[in-house]
Nanobody, 111 residues
Framework: QVQLVESGGGLVQAGGSLRLSCAAS????????VGWYRQAPGQKREPVAT???????NYRDSVKGRFTVSRDNAKSTVSLQMNSLKPEDTAVYYC?????WGQGTQVTVSS
């Protein structure tokens, strides 16, 4: 059974930083691309960053230069370092692997 567990969300002031982590189990983690998505209230879930099985990364334009996605295949974890946070980054953040979603972690950025 595949499980994805996110952690690291919280409340931070604008300009601050947070680091999200997602721990995977029940899957050969190193074989899969991994994505971070977010969903703000009343909005559709949108991709934030992805990292391929080989480590190549992609970011949505609004987070380029501020967010960094990384993975540790030995620990089956993926992280999202978020710097220079803005109020518009407020959302529930989810990790996604092979049609599986984590439960989400809330990120709130105050102005």
């Amino acid at each position: 059974q595949v499980q994805l567990v996110e952690s690291g969300g919280g409340l931070v002031q604008a300009g601050g930083s947070l680091r999200l982590s997602c721990a995977a189990s029940g899957i050969i983690f190193s074989n899969y691309n991994v994505g971070w998505y977010r969903q703000a209230p009343g909005q559709k879930r949108e991709p934030v960053a992805t990292i391929s099985s080989l480590g190549s990364t992609n970011y949505r334009d609004s987070v380029k230069g501020r967010f960094t996605v990384s993975r540790d295949n030995a620990k089956s974890t993926v992280s999202l370092q978020m710097n220079s946070l803005k109020p518009e980054d407020t959302a529930v953040y989810y990790c996604y692997i092979s049609n599986y979603w984590g439960q989400g972690t809330q990120v709130t950025v105050s102005s």
